[in-house]
């Protein structure tokens, strides 16, 4: 089903033994045709992380911020990027879900943002250009980025949707940045 990923969690039962958890299609809620798709996987509050208990942070597959909402945390999810052409955001919305703009930077492109974090950005499907402030590359699938929290923004110039998977782990924040 597009849009929807699904998402398998293990644990330990009450006899010790490893298990599954959940094996879930997340997000829960609907996703309509050529909406963004943003699926929240996991997150952790510190590192090291826990692993003890059964608690989901991300029951229904939405985190609102962009970054981890706690100092030593962690997100991972997976992006659906619509073509630009259908991009529905705003510079208000990337400020909202937690990341720093700048006016010049959303000019160029709305979705031009910066995170205290160090984020493993993998390319599943289709491409998508990463742009920053001095230049910028065209990511296929396969491809790796290492973003180290600098300003950078996603353009998908092509005309189908680019499958992304972001893991952000929290960082010190760049002097004068």
């Not at 992380?49 to 059964?54: I, R, V």
């Not at 945390?73 to 700048?102: F, M, N, Q």
């Not at 599943?124 to 790796?144: N, Y």
Request: aromatic share 4%; glycine share 10%.
């Amino acid at each position: 089903m597009p849009g929807k990923v699904r998402r398998i969690v293990t644990g330990v039962n009450d006899a010790g033994r490893s298990c599954i958890l959940s094996d879930t299609l997340l997000p829960t809620a609907d996703v309509g045709p050529g909406d963004p798709v943003l699926v929240g996987l996991w997150t952790t509050d510190s590192a090291p992380a826990s692993n003890k208990g059964t608690h989901d942070p991300v029951p229904d597959g939405v985190i609102t911020r962009i970054p981890p909402a706690h100092r030593g945390g962690s997100v991972i999810r997976i992006v659906d990027l619509p073509p630009d052409a259908r991009r529905a955001y705003t510079p208000e919305d990337i400020r909202r879900r937690g990341c720093k703009t700048t006016p010049e930077r959303s000019a160029r492109h709305p979705g031009f943002h910066a995170t205290d974090t160090i984020d493993y950005a993998i390319c599943l499907e289709g491409e998508v250009w990463a742009v920053l402030d001095e230049d910028g590359t065209l990511m296929r699938p396969g491809d790796v980025l290492i973003q180290r929290g600098t300003y950078h923004a996603w353009s998908n110039r092509s005309d189908r949707v680019c499958r992304m998977l972001f893991v952000l782990i929290d960082a010190e924040p760049l002097k004068g940045h």
